[in-house]
């Protein structure tokens, strides 16, 4: 089975611009979960998102959004980006609603300029 | 926030030695889990310990689980240069799958 997909790698943008970032869950999975990794802060939730429905939400603000289509592919959307937004973010898929093995694609690398 | 604490921050050792780091966490707790993660790429998944298990091994790694303390060890036998890298445990205590991760653990094997 492919593993879970993340696009693009790699993205810089400006200040005040919005981003869209994308997974691919593997093949069968309905979970897909974003997550935030920054030197000063680690590794922290944003958000989970199981057949359609977003069903546990991180400490960020609303500038960060998400949703999950039909296929259960994941998009995240950060709008008027801040110089703190700049970090790797990381899509986990899961087959099931919990209790179960998390896999985690490449990531995203967004910079802020 | 994170739920919990690793310990060492950074661990360095010999190839062939062992190496052993722990999490400790915070809240009750369905399952642990333990990544690997190179260089700031994704996440690599090593194993899932359930709160109902106390040791689970996989291949050259030992992990353990005492819920009364709330802490878990992971202990890398014969360790290669290969398994330089930042070990994190997450636990997962909502329903979903909602992880909250330690601060990691950094692993320098010298050949």
């Known amino acids: 089975k492919a593993g879970v997909t993340q696009t693009p790698r790699y993205l810089i943008k400006t200040r005040g611009q919005q981003v869209t970032l994308s997974c691919s869950p593997i093949?069968?999975?309905?979970?897909v979960s974003w997550y935030q990794q920054t030197p000063g802060q680690g590794l922290q939730f944003l958000f989970e998102?199981?057949?359609?429905?977003?069903?546990n939400k991180g400490n960020f603000p609303g500038r960060f959004s998400g949703r999950q289509f039909s296929n259960s592919r994941s998009e995240m959307n950060v709008s008027t980006l801040e110089l703190g937004d700049s970090a790797l973010y990381l899509c986990?898929?899961?087959?099931?609603?919990?209790?179960?093995?998390?896999?985690f694609g490449q990531g995203t690398r967004l910079t802020v300029v | 926030s994170q739920q919990g604490e690793e310990d060492p921050q950074a661990l360095s050792i010999q190839e062939g030695e062992n190496a052993t780091m722990n999490c400790s966490y915070k809240?009750?707790?369905?399952?642990l889990q333990w990544y690997r993660q190179n260089s700031g790429r994704g996440l690599v998944h090593l194993i899932l310990?359930?709160?109902?298990?106390r040791e689970k091994h996989s291949g050259r790694l030992r992990v353990t689980l005492d819920t009364s303390k709330k802490s878990s060890s992971l202990l890398i036998t014969a360790s290669r240069a290969a398994d330089t890298a930042s070990y994190f445990c997450?636990?997962?205590?909502?329903?979903?799958?909602?992880?909250?991760f330690g601060g990691g653990t950094r692993v320098l094997v010298k050949p």
């Open positions: 986990a898929s899961a087959p099931l609603g919990g209790n179960t093995e998390a896999f």
């Open positions: 093949s069968g999975h309905r979970s």
């Open positions: 998102y199981f057949s359609e429905t977003q069903r």
């Open positions: 809240t009750s707790i369905n399952n």
């Open positions: 310990i359930r709160s109902n298990e």
């Open positions: 997450a636990t997962d205590a909502l329903a979903g799958n909602k992880l909250t």
